[in-house]
């Protein structure tokens, strides 16, 4: 049973950085394409950014591309968001999660964004950020 455990949420002020991490337990998740959502209250989940096995491939959401990044440490079992120029809009709960299936990256492309394609889920980390 694979297991992933967020953190690294807080309150910031629009502008700010903030480091999420996902760090698994359970199973290897080196062989798996991990991505990041996000869910506003009173809003649907949205995908945020997806990494591939070996970090050759990203892929983000128009609304954070150029201000998050997404990495993964495969041998400590972890994928990191980094969140730089924060905004209010932001505000969210982070989840991480793990897509299922295994193929190519570009055969996982079209449903990338898709949460139903994801597996296994973390709890969430908030983010808050104050205008």
């Known amino acids: 049973q694979v297991q992933l455990v967020e953190s690294g949420g807080g309150l910031v002020q629009a502008g700010a950085s903030l480091r999420l991490s996902c760090a698994a337990s359970g199973a290897t998740l080196s062989s798996w394409i991990m991505g990041w959502f996000r869910q506003a209250p009173g809003k649907e989940r949205e995908f945020v950014a997806a990494i591939s096995w070996r970090s050759v491939y990203t892929y983000f959401a128009d609304s954070v591309k150029g201000r998050f990044a997404i990495s993964r440490d495969n041998a400590e079992n972890t994928v990191y968001l980094q969140m730089n120029s924060l905004k209010p809009e932001d505000t969210a709960v982070y989840f991480c999660?793990?897509?299922?299936?295994?193929?190519?990256?570009?055969?996982?492309?079209?449903?990338?964004?898709?949460?139903?394609?994801?597996?296994?889920w973390g709890q969430g980390t908030q983010v808050t950020v104050s205008s």
């Open positions: 999660a793990k897509k299922r299936g295994s193929g190519s990256w570009f055969s996982h492309l079209p449903t990338l964004g898709n949460q139903y394609e994801y597996d296994y």
